[in-house]
């Protein structure tokens, strides 16, 4: 099994930055992509951005310019280094990875149990 966990969420005011990490373990025999997904009050959760094993990203266009995704392949991990911080970013932040715990086994999607971001003055 994969476990996931999220960590770097917080109170921020409007304008500032935090970092979100988010980690991989457990049996691991390859990591695909790694995305970072959101979850407000009342809304649907939506996929924020994402990056391959090999390093191509793509967001969403709400964030773009303003969210960088990064990972660390050695270290199973992702980050998610958000600036310009708004109101409407605030959300539960969720990672999911797709990873395939063994070389014959299938590559299934694993969830963190996600971290708040709360974006006031």
């Known amino acids: 099994q994969v476990q996931v966990v999220e960590s770097g969420g917080g109170l921020v005011q409007p304008g500032g930055s935090l970092r979100l990490s988010c980690a991989a373990s457990?049996?691991?025999?390859?990591?695909?992509?790694m995305d970072w997904h959101r979850q407000g009050s009342g809304n649907q959760r939506e996929l924020v951005a994402t990056?391959?094993?090999?390093?191509?990203?793509n967001y969403a266009d709400s964030v773009k310019g303003r969210f960088t995704i990064s990972r660390d392949n050695a270290k199973n991990t992702v980050y998610l280094q958000m600036n310009s911080l708004k109101p409407e970013d605030t959300s539960v932040y969720y990672c999911?990875?797709?990873?395939?715990?063994?070389?014959?086994?299938?590559?299934?999607?694993?969830w963190g149990q996600g971290t708040q971001v709360t974006v006031s003055s």
């Open positions: 999911a990875t797709a990873a395939q715990s063994d070389g014959r086994g299938p590559v299934r999607s694993y």
């Open positions: 457990g049996r691991i025999f390859s990591i695909y992509s």
């Open positions: 990056i391959t094993s090999g390093g191509y990203t």
